[in-house]
């Protein structure tokens, strides 16, 4: 009998157990610590499980017109028709499971239409734009790293460095010609941009 996968998380579809070798290169790669970094994971698979979430109450047309994978499609109508208390939440955390699966430009995607539902402040919406665009400047052109440390001094610069070169090594087609895959920390400084500029001036 095959023995359940331990404690781990999941990075481009590959599971990486808590404690592995791979574990402790790529904590030690992001964040050169432990403790900062399982805490990245931990907020990292909280938003995503509750994004997962919110997908339960998209309304069906924005639902079809999302790229989500077969099996997460599956799981949110499934989902929409459970009422039991206990399936329903093993349901949603298949989904939460199946959201950190999804490549980086299906989560955007979700998160544009579950706001455009919500109807976010435009402030809000400018702020998740704006996050985008930084996000994708730093990744292409090594000056704008300064540019965003001078208007953001609180940021940890270690770290977005780190997530930086990273992002560029996932971003590598695996074949030539291929599209590049974006991982992990291209997701990460995404998060690490808006969250410093939803900060009060």
Same mark, same amino acid.
Not at 27 to 38: C, I, V
Not at 105 to 112: C, D, F, S
Not at 140 to 158: I, V
Not at 161 to 180: F, H, N, S, T, Y
């Given at each position: #009998? ?21 574990? $402790? ?8 610590? @432990?403790?900062?970094? $399982?805490?990245?994971?931990? $907020?990292?698979?909280? !938003?995503?499980?509750?994004?997962? @979430? ?10 079809? &017109?999302? %790229? ?12 929409? +028709? ?8 093993? &349901?949603? *955390? =298949? ?5 950190? &699966?999804?490549? /980086?430009?299906?989560?955007? /995607?979700?998160? /544009?239409?579950?706001?455009? *539902? ?22 292409? !052109?090594?000056? #704008?790293?300064? *540019?965003?440390? !001078?208007?953001?001094?609180?940021? !940890?610069?270690?770290? =977005? $460095? ?17 599209? %590049? ?16 500029? +939803?900060?009060? /001036?």
């Amino acid at each position: #009998m095959s023995r359940k996968p331990g404690k781990g998380y999941y990075i481009d579809g590959e599971f990486v157990p808590q404690g592995s070798e791979l574990d $402790r290169q790529f904590r030690a790669e992001l964040k050169g610590t @432990e403790a900062a970094s $399982r805490t990245d994971l931990k $907020r990292e698979s909280e !938003d995503l499980q509750a994004l997962g @979430e919110a997908l339960l109450a998209l309304h069906g047309d924005a639902l079809e &017109q999302l %790229p989500l994978s077969h099996a997460l499609h599956n799981a949110i109508l499934e989902g929409k +028709r459970i009422n039991a208390r206990g399936g329903g939440r093993r &349901q949603r *955390q =298949l989904i939460g499971k199946l959201m950190r &699966q999804q490549e /980086a430009e299906t989560v955007e /995607a979700i998160r /544009a239409a579950i706001a455009l *539902q919500h109807g976010l402040s435009a402030r809000d919406k400018a702020t998740l734009h704006l996050a985008e665009n930084w996000r994708d400047r730093l990744i292409s !052109d090594d000056r #704008m790293l300064d *540019q965003w440390l !001078d208007e953001n001094p609180g940021t !940890d610069a270690q770290q =977005l $460095r780190a997530l930086i070169r990273q992002a560029r090594k996932d971003a590598v087609a695996e074949k030539p010609g291929g599209q %590049p895959r974006h991982g992990r920390a291209y997701r990460v400084i995404f998060q690490l941009v808006r969250d410093e500029l +939803r900060k009060p /001036a």
